[in-house]
């Protein structure tokens, strides 16, 4: 079981990173990186809350992120392909609770050539570490479209626990409903199983 060392601090810059890929602590000078997904590949958005289709709405997407960084409830990362040597999308943790030692990992989008690459397993590898190593928390949540099989079976790849569907909880994009498929991994779970297994399932 691992113990608290210190406190964490989520105003600080982070680079989690293995021999796959690196996340880097998003910051403003990634625009240009992230705005070339905005301007040709607007199709990734079909499943997003945020819709950032053009660069003007991706430094608004960014400057929104920041702020909510700032004000401790998000962390967002940008992911960068070690073999691709390209920025590959952007991940997050949000809903920080630090008190409650709770997150949702979640936000997560990459560009058409990346997909189905395994680099979302090593993303998602380096942020659980995170989680739980780092940040101390207890229990880390994942939210997925129902409609979205693709991301629902990443994330039970990942050995999270399916706990329901909350029913017409949130508005989409386009101002339909949305049904959310909810998932969790607790840090228990996480130290006796769930990491080395996922681990194994690196390539």
Known sequence: MKTESNKPSLKESYILENERIA??????????????????????????LEQPTSKLKM?????????????????????????????AGS????????HQKVCSIGYTWYGKKFQGTGLNKHAKYLLLKFAFDTLHMERVQFKADNENKRSIQAILSLGCTFEGVLRSNMYKADRSRRDSAV???????????????LFLKLT
């Open 91 to 98: 991940t997050r943790l949000y809903e920080i609770d630090l």
């Open 183 to 197: 998932f969790s991994l607790l840090r228990s779970e996480w130290y006796d199983q769930a990491e080395n297994k």
């Open 59 to 87: 430094a608004a997407y960014i400057a929104n992120t920041l702020r909510k960084k700032k004000e401790g409830q998000e962390h967002a990362f940008v992911v960068f392909d070690k073999q691709q040597m390209e920025t």
């Open 23 to 48: 996340l880097h602590t998003l910051s403003d000078i990634h625009l240009d990186d992230l705005a070339h997904f905005a301007d040709l590949e607007p199709e990734i958005w079909k499943f997003s």
